[in-house]
């Protein structure tokens, strides 16, 4: 995440700008990270806002980036809650005015056993299959 956001300030990125993650000391750490990583200037005039779900309630940017921090190894607790959360998922997904990236392992989510996460997946594997049918059709 951090090295995006790093690309996107030097290619020169002129649209707001937030960050979501399920997980609050994941927010703190990519905050941190970014601040670190950033000019406050960069900062400021994109609006950057990383947060939670929750903390994203009511709020959008023009370019979302999705930290979904979920795999084999997540805790128990920490799965029961991302699966507990498919309105919380919901605001996540669907902060972003114009584009949505979602960093995670795609693997990890197409196996899910948390519906919304496979449906996620399942959306991407359908959004490639038809970018790839497209382009080959000239």
């Known amino acids: 995440i951090c090295e995006e956001v790093v690309r996107l300030q030097v290619s020169n990125f002129k649209g707001s700008l937030g960050i979501v993650t399920p997980f609050r000391q994941q927010a703190n750490r990519i905050r941190d990270l970014v601040h670190e990583s950033l000019p406050n200037d960069f900062i400021v005039n994109s609006h950057l806002l990383i947060d939670t ?16 921090v979920a795999g084999d190894s997540l ?4 799965m029961n809650f991302l699966a507990s959360g ?9 902060r972003a005015k114009h584009l949505l990236h ?7 989510a197409r196996n ?3 519906r919304h996460i496979k449906t996620l997946a399942d959306f991407y594997d359908r959004e490639c299959a038809e970018r790839s049918r497209v382009t080959q059709a000239g």
């Not at 805790?75 to 920490?78: I, L, M, N, Q």
């Not at 498919?86 to 996540?92: L, S, T």
């Not at 979602?102 to 990890?108: H, I, K, P």
């Open 75 to 78: 805790p128990e607790g920490s």
């Open 112 to 114: 899910s056993k948390i």
């Open 53 to 68: 779900a929750d903390g994203f309630q009511g709020d959008e940017r023009d370019l979302i980036l999705f930290s979904l």
């Open 86 to 94: 498919p309105n919380r998922f919901n605001v996540a997904v669907s």
């Open 102 to 108: 979602v960093f995670g392992d795609l693997a990890w």
